[in-house]
């Protein structure tokens, strides 16, 4: 699935943000229905892939239905916070 997420960034005020955009059609191919938990699975996974030790907050999903995207908001904290140990990757998702 990590093939076809297109990421985009951004930082303002020192806080970082994240943008996960997901055909609606990959993302029905693994999930039911559009909930947070799957939300922070997928981008929690995600960050795991790159490498990234972000911690994430305020996590928001929302389908784009003119787009047939689905989008994956989160604040990413890379300030104030313990490495994350990083577990190996397994592309099962």
């Known amino acids: 699935m990590f093939n076809f997420i297109r990421e985009t960034r951004a930082v303002r005020g020192g806080l970082h943000s994240v943008i996960l955009e997901i055909p609606a059609d990959t993302y029905k191919t693994f999930y039911n229905d559009l909930s947070e938990e799957n ?47 990083q577990i190996p990757f397994t592309d099962n998702i």
Do not use: C, F, G, P
């Open 39 to 85: 939300a922070q699975y997928i981008l929690t996974e995600y960050l795991r892939y790159r490498q990234d030790d972000a911690r994430v907050s305020d996590i928001k999903i929302e389908h784009d239905k003119y787009a047939n995207i689905v989008k994956i908001y989160a604040n990413l904290h890379y300030l104030e916070n313990e490495k994350t140990v």
